[in-house]
């Protein structure tokens, strides 16, 4: 086991290198640089003085060089449209509002998914299954986005029942401020529900017909019994290679909840950074996403042992 | 000023709305010398007009917070910056309008000036005023902030506006890499900024600015203090603890990209006619959310854009607010690719580039395409001041004359393309010609007036135009730069209030060159008006140079095809009052604003 955490962790320091350095080239390459939107109107003497300043005037190589050695100690660089920003900073003061938010989304969504899942599945052929299967397609087709405006213009607008737009600050960052919280939470939510609870139905309707499942009816267990320690605990290999990606990316915030609500979170930087070109803070998102990922991936392989005795790692068979 | 960032855009019609200042209004100013007195307005208090001031004065903003880079006044180039340092920091005088909604550059910090008979000298008599830590503002203030303004090393994007003094010029256009810090030091020296006492600034103009007092009540050209700056070191552009106020607010919160409260400097020296105890200004990124936010009274002014511009300019959207329409410093254009063997070989005849101006019926485009707007035959827009006098007001637009000899008939305009042609040495039919013409954008608005570009000139003239649409605006860049077009449109807003701050871009250092197909030899032309208008102090002479530069650009030389002026639409609630909109400036000026019952 050990061995094996080491040689991922080394695949692990090895992918970030090969991903930091492709995003550095990929950005480089593509045309249009952070200042060349503000500089394009501005005399040739403060053009050139404003490159010099920002460094964008060295050759590609060399601020490459320069950047990769910034990373290895941690400095990503200071952002060009946000001066005195880098990326620890930035994901200091707007990591918060993001992580809770996504985290209220995940439990609710997830939850309310997982448990329609089951019922879809206990009930297959039912309304109760028709129900949820259409409502679950209804939600995923929808976009977060006209969720989140039509919640915002009639719960909040015409009823009044929540705040327009905020989101709870100071003490109240984690717990307090719920009436702020609860249309994102609800606008959020609704593709989570539909993705699990679509995922676990038919993973159960699977499992259900596996002949270990009919062993341990024709044994005598009482239907309960069955559900939870054979069908759902085997239906949950899907969900769990799915579900640690989506509480990562949560966490990291909603573009579209975050703009509809006025939520300082992080989600608008994944866009507007790569828009505006501000390569250190590209870099530290996408270092930071993809040392995620691969966290979670291991994560995953780990947890897959929990829940299915028969996986193993390690090659001992 | 905060107009550039408008400029960047390079369509100027995208947002122009979202970010416009104010030209005229019908709000009537309140005059700061009444109010009524107290530091918290009583229950009952009153206004001069009689009304009964509410309990609450508090109001809230919409406000770009994203484009909130820096609370360092010298770094500031957006709108968003400029409309916050407005309302904290007192400049030597603040923009603002007067009955008729003109702007007005108002005394602040400055109880008065002399400016000298060569109109070079300009001697500032500053009030007693105090930062909010207690210590008080001084001329030298003021030198530091021109000085730090101009040094090449900070490369700060208004630097050019030291380029009036005595030194400025050779101070901001210094090259940082080859310079030494003693050549920067000595040049920051040698600009003619003086601290003549604690109250007194002199500033020597290196030529006649009438235009001067325009630019020195930017927020960029607004005190500084170097103590607080170093020791707030690398925060001092992102944390706004570490920063002291002199003006009518502080900033009392700040969440990045999302929203800052102002409360009311107790200590501001006319804290008496500040009644808004305090404002917050919030980024509401979704205009149906601002539109829902407006109609339950959580904004006290909207901008309409879109789908929204209609219904409230109708008021088909309620009862409780004030349309206010006006114009905006802003002039959208094409031009042509002058650098370069343009893609047709056309683009070096003066004929054709006529042609295709007088084809435009600018007053069906304004009223087709966007049903707001003003129809633009020049450069410089309505509501520009020259001096004291409105520019527009006194001189003609250049185009209209020549356009009403043409009247968009087509057989003299296809006989002027083909003149054109024949002195080129063209032969081909006008069926053979192909223009390209780039531009960016792929939003609804965009596409109609891409289609209506290509139609008007293809049906004109008989000619193909094909419209190379770019992905973003770094794409055009790159086209643009290479020379892979024939022609190019652009937008431009006026950075202060005078006809100069239009017409510059076409000299042989203006911006026109890299941003708008222009050349530095072609620009030299145009450098002989910019002489004469160094020499000319009298605002009278100098309009008589503005409108030869004009007719230059648009009809001798057709520099340029301006086609459309700017213009700006807010709607305030009817409880608001004492707001003013400067041309040129903060968007919204709200230090003496309050909220009646």
């Known amino acids: ?317 | 000023m905060k107009k550039r960032i408008l400029a960047f855009l390079l369509t100027a019609l995208m947002g122009l709305s979202l970010l416009s200042g104010c030209g005229g209004g019908g709000d009537t100013p309140a005059d700061p010398s009444d109010g009524d007195g107290g530091k918290e307005p009583a229950a009952d208090a009153q206004t001069p007009q009689g009304e009964k001031l509410a309990a609450e004065q508090t109001l809230q903003f919409h406000w770009v917070a994203k484009d909130m880079h820096s609370f360092d006044n010298n770094a500031n180039y957006a709108a968003s910056e400029i409309q916050v340092q407005s309302q904290v920091l007192e400049g030597l005088v603040r923009a603002t309008t007067d009955e008729e909604g003109n702007q007005v550059m108002a005394p602040a910090g400055a109880e008065s000036w002399d400016v000298s008979e060569d109109g070079l000298t300009y001697t500032f008599h500053l009030r007693e005023y105090y930062w909010s830590d207690g210590v008080q503002v001084t001329a030298q203030h003021f030198v530091d902030s021109f000085r730090r303004l101009g040094d090449p090393r900070n490369a700060f994007d208004f630097s050019f506006f030291v380029g009036d003094i005595v030194g400025g010029t050779e101070l901001y256009t210094m090259d940082a890499e080859s310079a030494t810090d003693a050549d920067i030091t000595a040049a920051m020296e040698a600009m003619a900024v003086k601290a003549l006492d604690d109250t007194t600034l002199e500033v020597t103009l290196a030529n006649p600015a009438p235009h001067f007092i325009s630019k020195i009540g930017t927020t960029f050209m607004g005190p500084v203090r170097l103590d607080v700056i170093e020791a707030a070191g690398e925060l001092y552009d992102s944390d706004f603890t570490t920063h002291v106020w002199c003006g009518p607010f502080v900033v009392s919160e700040f969440v990045k990209d999302n929203s800052l409260v102002l409360t009311r400097n107790e200590t501001y020296w006319d804290a008496e006619n500040v009644h808004l105890t305090q404002v917050t200004l919030i980024s509401i990124d979704e205009v149906s959310t601002q539109n829902t936010m407006f109609k339950n009274g959580e904004l006290a002014a909207i901008v309409p854009t879109g789908d929204y511009v209609q219904p409230y300019r109708d008021g088909l959207a309620g009862d409780d607010y004030e349309y206010i329409h006006g114009y905006f410093p802003g002039v959208s254009y094409f031009t042509f690719n002058r650098t370069n063997n343009s893609l047709s070989g056309l683009m070096e005849s003066r004929k054709i580039r006529l042609a295709l101006s007088l084809a435009i019926n600018r007053e069906e485009f304004t009223q087709v395409i966007f049903d707001r707007y003003y129809p633009g035959y020049g450069f410089v827009p309505f509501g520009v001041y020259n001096g004291e006098r409105n520019y527009r007001d006194n001189v003609k637009e250049p185009l209209l004359d020549v356009f009403e000899e043409y009247n968009l008939d087509q057989a003299k305009l296809q006989a002027l393309f083909k003149e054109g042609m024949a002195e080129l040495g063209d032969s081909r039919e006008l069926s053979e010609v192909t223009l390209t013409y780039i531009c960016t954008g792929d939003t609804a608005i965009k596409r109609q007036q891409q289609e209506y570009w290509k139609n008007l000139w293809e049906t004109t003239f008989g000619i193909t135009v094909n419209v190379n649409v770019l992905g973003d605006s770094a794409l055009l860049r790159e086209e643009r730069d290479a020379g892979r077009y024939d022609i190019l449109q652009a937008g431009w807003n006026g950075d202060y209030n005078d006809p100069i701050a239009f017409l510059e871009m076409w000299s042989s250092h203006g911006t026109a060159i890299r941003y708008s197909g222009w050349s530095a030899e072609l620009g030299k032309e145009f450098d002989k008006f910019i002489d004469r208008l160094n020499a000319e102090p009298d605002t009278a002479e100098r309009e008589k140079i503005y409108a030869e530069m004009e007719q230059w650009a648009c009809v001798d030389e057709v520099a340029v095809v301006p086609y459309m002026y700017s213009d700006t639409m807010m709607c305030v609630k009817n409880n608001v009052k004492g707001m003013t909109f400067p041309f040129i400036g903060p968007n919204f000026e709200f230090s003496r604003a309050y909220v009646v019952e």
């Open chain 1, 1 to 317: 086991m050990l061995k094996y955490t080491i040689r991922r962790f080394a695949e692990m320091v090895f992918t970030l290198f090969i991903i930091a350095s492709a995003t550095f080239f990929l950005l480089a390459a593509v045309p249009g640089d952070p200042l060349a939107d503000r500089a394009d109107k501005l005399p040739e003497n403060i053009r050139q003085n404003m490159y010099h300043k920002y460094g964008l005037d060295k050759p590609v190589l060399e601020r490459y060089v320069i950047t990769m050695r910034g990373m290895l100690q941690g400095d990503f660089g200071e952002s060009v449209r946000m001066p005195g920003y880098d990326i620890q900073r930035l994901l200091s003061e707007t990591l918060a509002p993001s992580a809770r938010l996504g985290l209220q989304t995940i439990l609710l969504g997830v939850g309310a998914g997982l448990l329609l899942g089951v019922l879809a599945a206990m009930c297959k052929g039912t309304w109760l299954d028709h129900a949820i299967v259409f409502f679950s397609v209804l939600m995923i087709s929808v976009p977060t986005l006209v969720f989140g405006l039509l919640l915002q213009k009639y719960v909040a607008g015409e009823l009044g029942l929540f705040p327009i737009i905020g989101w709870p600050k100071g003490k109240e960052l984690w717990l307090g401020g719920w009436s702020y919280t609860v249309l994102p939470t609800l606008s959020g939510c609704f593709s989570y529900i539909a993705t699990y609870s679509r995922l676990l139905k038919t993973s159960m309707l699977d499992v259900i017909n596996q002949d270990y499942v009919l062993a341990a009816r024709a044994k005598g267990l009482s239907e309960g019994q069955v559900v939870r320690r054979h069908i759902l605990r085997n239906s949950f290999i899907p969900i769990i290679t799915v579900l640690p990606m989506s509480v990562a990316f949560a966490l990291t915030g909603s573009f579209f909840i975050e703009k509809v609500y006025a939520i300082p979170g992080f989600g608008r930087y994944f866009i507007e950074a790569v828009q505006t070109r501000d390569l250190s803070i590209v870099l530290g998102q996408t270092v930071l996403m993809a040392a995620v990922y691969v966290l979670v991936v291991f994560l995953v392989d780990i947890l897959y042992t929990l829940v299915d005795p028969r996986i193993r790692v390690g090659g001992k068979a």
